[in-house]
């Protein structure tokens, strides 16, 4: 082979072996985009119902956490309560073992406290809020006056300026009414003084911040923290992880409980930037 044809041979096996990386790595993205998370492959204006209460409640930006108890009733008279099978519940020397009224309880044998906490001042949770209202109010079949008047507020919501916030949303549920009133009754009468000791945003760095802002609304509440702290931003891209901690109250015969939620940060990005 002369020279000629040997440079002319290299030249086109190597152009060749260009395109063949090129078209790897564009398979590899198809393949990754297939197999990614669903807020990464669609716009959310295509989320599904279902695909939104998964990023309101069970995602890299919202964690739900639930307290169980279990109670077996024996057969003994009607005078005599219920021993609690309840490991959190401690027996009062004084008084001899833990009893538990069926009627507290409205003889629910699983009696269960629900929180669900998501990352409020996130992109992808908004957008989830947004996507539920157009499904919840059939945004497909508004008239033109409708949806533009409902694509206005939606984007001023998802607009929203929280460059200096982050903001966490919490709401409490209980399948014991009784309990719920409680937890109801306790949030209400916190404020952002009574919670600086016991609520924290833990920092990747393990800095506990305090809430700077406090709003109790029914079954629910809202904590605002800095989005900075001693002139350091909170997290980062690179950082591993941000934690949220609150006390659970006691409820009728239930000990207080300290909550600690951990989120991924590293699952928590959106085109490469931090979502907090």
């Known amino acids: 082979m002369s020279g000629l044809a040997r440079i002319i041979f290299g030249e086109v096996t190597g152009r060749l072996s260009i395109r063949a990386v090129g078209l790897t790595i564009l398979l590899g993205s198809i393949a990754a985009a297939q197999t990614g998370e669903f807020w990464q492959k669609k716009p959310y204006r295509q989320w599904s119902e279902a695909e939104c209460h998964k990023m309101l409640e069970e995602s890299p930006w919202a964690k739900t956490h639930t ?8 057969l003994q008279s009607p005078s005599s309560p219920p021993i609690s099978k309840d490991p959190f519940q401690v027996p009062d020397p004084a008084t001899g073992p833990v009893r538990s009224s069926t009627a507290d309880r409205a003889r629910e044998q699983q009696p269960k ?7 409020r001042s996130a992109l992808p949770v908004r957008q989830a809020l947004v996507r539920m209202m ?7 079949q508004m008239p033109s ?9 939606a984007e001023q919501f998802l607009a929203k300026n929280l460059s200096d916030t ?7 549920s209980s ?13 209400q009468a916190q404020t952002t003084e009574t919670l600086k000791n016991s609520v924290f945003l833990i920092t990747p760095r393990g800095d506990r911040i305090p809430p700077i802002n406090y709003i109790w609304a029914g079954t629910e509440f809202q904590l605002t923290f800095p989005r900075e702290y001693n002139e350091q931003t909170l997290a980062s891209p690179g950082d591993k992880m941000i934690r949220l901690e609150f006390t659970h109250p006691r409820i009728r015969q239930q000990n207080e409980a300290r909550i600690l939620l951990e989120y991924k940060l590293e699952k ?3 085109g490469g930037s931090l979502a907090l």
């Open 67 to 74: 307290l169980a108890h279990v109670y077996i009733d024996p």
């Open 113 to 119: 406290i629900k929180y669900v906490v998501q990352f």
């Open 134 to 140: 157009q499904i919840n109010q059939r945004y497909d």
């Open 145 to 153: 006056e409708g949806k533009q008047g409902f694509d206005q507020n």
């Open 166 to 172: 982050i903001v966490l949303f919490v709401t409490f």
């Open 175 to 187: 399948n014991v009414q009784e309990f719920l009133m409680e937890l109801s009754r306790y949030w």
């Open 268 to 270: 928590m990005l959106v």
